[in-house]
């Protein structure tokens, strides 16, 4: 059975397409599906960030043809897992759910960094400069790896 993973970001250009990146080249295809998506419309059918883009690049993953979508409640019933990167897409997300099994597909992904969940956010670098992507990708990179393993074992 295929197991389904959605990453989810505000605008799904930033954090979501590199983690989507990420968790794809750390799984197998065949059983794992990875996609992203945003809480807001804003972006809908761009690229990545050209610096996501960059990022990914300089550490061998290619998200170039990713495009970005909105959420959409239809995601509950599509995917088992739904990593959020803050607080507030996690907010925004779970006010979707129709049901406490949907909430529960929801984790703030930076919950997989340690065996404490300290609700820890990825901070949206859009506004920074690359300094800030070169440091969400290796906090997703890391998370990416901790999920990567705990699918393989369910």
């Not at 998200?63 to 803050?86: C, G, H, L, P, S």
């Not at 529960?104 to 404490?116: A, D, F, P, T, Y």
Request: charged residues 25%.
């Amino acid at each position: 059975m295929e197991t389904k993973v959605l990453m989810v970001c505000l605008g799904n250009i930033c954090r979501s397409p590199l983690a989507e990146g990420l968790l794809k080249e750390k799984v197998n295809p065949e059983k794992i599906k990875v996609d992203s998506a945003g809480t807001s419309n804003h972006h809908q059918g761009e690229k990545p960030d050209v610096r996501s883009i960059d990022v990914a690049q300089k550490n061998g993953i290619n998200i170039k043809n990713q495009r970005a979508r909105q959420f959409t409640t239809k995601d509950f019933d599509t995917f088992d897992y739904i990593f959020v990167m803050d607080n507030s897409n996690y907010q925004n997300v779970t006010k979707l759910a129709q049901t406490p099994a949907q909430k529960e597909k929801v984790h703030l992904i930076l919950n997989w960094l340690s065996e404490e969940k300290l609700n820890l956010e990825v901070p949206d670098p859009y506004f920074g400069g690359a300094k800030g992507f070169d440091n969400v990708y290796r906090m997703l990179d890391t998370a990416t790896t901790n999920i990567a393993h705990y699918l393989e074992t369910v």
